[in-house]
């Protein structure tokens, strides 16, 4: 859990690092926040807890609250984008092989069936669950959703997923109670997000169709963004 680590002592190795780079400081942060929603390959960074320390930082005058937040939200929103982009150019290209070292097609389907239970609103709802938030825009774009409806599902989950976490980290990450039980509340804040992946993940090895993932197909995504209305 060193990503961990890394988070829970972050204000330790950020606040030199403020004094020495300023303002390549909230470069850093955009470009994590932007990697981790724009890339299916990169799911692995940190997410939910950079944003809640961010605003702790933040909170705590180590960083500027407008600055950082407008910075996080753009590159949460950007990063979907791209990602969907990516899945609308190559995403086809993914079933070509079937033992691909990049994409998971695991996910793929469980993002698939995610969109095939809430339609649209996965993309709002993913943004809260590690993992699968990097593969919805991209499985968004392998289905050819709308633009304009996937950017207003981008745009609302976006502003939600930043706003929650880095304010919560603001206005919260100062008090006793969080401030001397800092790594608790962090790792608190790991495993509620990853609640919803672990629980799919119990359904689908008690479910007796586990086949399903294996013969998921790009046909089977066109379908059900039709079936959804999420495409002509």
Known sequence: MEIVQ????????????????GGLIYFALFVIIFAETGFVVTPFLPGDSLLFVVGTLAGNGYL????????????A????????YLGYKIGHKVFA????????????????????????????????MPIIRSF??????????????????????????????TFAGYFFGGMPLIKNNFEIA??????IS???????????????SK?????TTFNEIDKTFKKEHLKD
């Open 64 to 75: 500027n609250i407008w600055t950082v937040y407008i910075l996080m939200l753009v590159a």
């Open 194 to 208: 990853v609640v919803p992946a672990i629980f799919e993940y119990v359904k689908h090895k008690m479910s007796p």
């Open 97 to 128: 092989k079937e033992n691909s070292k990049l994409f998971n097609k695991q996910y793929l389907e469980k993002t698939r069936a995610f969109y095939a239970k809430h339609g649209g609103k996965t993309i709002i709802l993913t943004r809260f």
């Open 211 to 215: 086949e399903k993932v294996a013969t």
């Open 186 to 191: 962090i790792f608190a804040i790991v495993i």
């Open 6 to 21: 890394y988070l829970v002592h972050f204000e330790k190795y950020i606040t030199p690092l403020i004094g020495q780079f």
């Open 136 to 165: 919805a825009p991209f499985v968004a774009g392998m289905g050819s959703m709308h633009y304009k409806t996937f950017m207003v599902y981008n745009v609302i989950g976006g502003f939600l997923w930043v706003t929650i976490l």
């Open 77 to 84: 929103i950007l990063g979907n984008t791209l990602n969907y």
